[in-house]
């Protein structure tokens, strides 16, 4: 069992940054995060593969979101720039220890999930 633990979410003005931050409890694979916003389905918005270091992104957030990890932490982070107030969501951290199906964007890929931590951006 892995726990993930998440920090870093806020509100901000559009425009404006925030760095999210989530530290496993054991080994993973992949890492992502994940967000949702009231009424609408969960959506991947980024994932890494904690061996490589390759990157995944939704088109949303390509160019403003970079997910990036330290392995020595165990912990992924996933800055946040040129927020919009439709990035306003709950996010959440994921992750597996099993191989996943480029781009690693499907939640049912992951076995693991933190608590979860809400960005808001206002206009």
């Known amino acids: 069992q892995v726990q993930l633990a998440e920090s870093g979410g806020g509100s901000v003005q559009l425009g404006g940054d925030l760095r999210l931050s989530c530290t496993a409890s054991g080994y993973t694979l992949y890492m992502g995060w994940f967000r949702q916003a009231p009424g609408k389905e969960r959506e991947g918005v980024a994932a890494?593969?904690?061996?490589?270091?390759?990157?995944y992104y939704d088109d949303s957030v390509k160019g403003r979101f970079t997910i990036s990890r330290d392995n020595a932490k165990n912990t992924v982070y996933l800055q946040m720039n040129s927020l919009k107030p439709e990035d306003t969501a709950m996010y959440y951290c994921?992750?597996?220890?099993?191989?996943?199906?480029?781009?690693?964007?499907?939640?049912?890929?992951?076995?693991?999930w933190g608590q979860g931590t809400q960005v808001t951006v206002s206009s």
């Open positions: 890494i593969y904690n061996l490589g270091g390759s990157t």
């Open positions: 994921a992750a597996t220890r099993a191989p996943c199906l480029y781009p690693c964007l499907r939640a049912s890929a992951y076995q693991y």
